[in-house]
């Protein structure tokens, strides 16, 4: 039996896979994954804002090592993650799922292997201020350094 997908053949994934820029994002799926060295979270973000990239998904982890700590609770408190969990240390996946908030990403290959980089993060309602911010500064030609 054969079956029609519409979009299979196309080139969105390549699109998704060089996600740069600052997006206004909805944690559609969380979960820890331990290693012995390097334990994380894999996360799926759903892009609410630009507009133009609302339907699409991406996917970044954040580490969970000593050395990461200072990210994951950076991206914890923009999102507005329970405080009472955060001050027990501790994080429920559940508990992660729809928080929304502001990800400034960045998309790197190393060794064969293609990355999406969550380098910053803001609290969603700071979003209006960095679209309209990046918007002002896109037209003169400069990158935005807000995040």
């Not at 969105?12 to 600052?22: A, E, F, H, I, R």
Request: with cysteine; net charge negative; glycine share 6%.
């Amino acid at each position: 039996m054969r079956r029609y997908i519409p979009g299979l053949h196309s080139g969105q994934q390549d699109l998704v896979s060089n996600l740069d820029g600052l997006f206004l994002v909805r944690v559609e799926r969380a979960s820890y994954r331990w290693h012995p060295q390097k334990p994380y979270f894999a996360l799926r973000f759903g892009i609410l804002e630009p507009t133009c990239h609302e339907a699409i998904s991406f996917s970044g982890r954040l580490y969970c090592t000593n050395r990461a700590l200072w990210k994951l609770s950076w991206f914890l408190r923009d999102f507005g993650y329970d405080t009472e969990l955060l001050a027990r240390d501790q994080v429920d996946e559940r508990a992660l799922l729809n928080l929304r908030g502001v990800v400034r990403t960045s998309f790197t290959s190393h060794n064969g292997h293609s990355y999406q980089n969550l380098d910053a993060f803001a609290p969603a309602c700071e979003w209006e201020t960095f679209s309209s911010g990046e918007t002002k500064q896109s037209d003169s030609g400069e990158t935005p350094d807000a995040l």
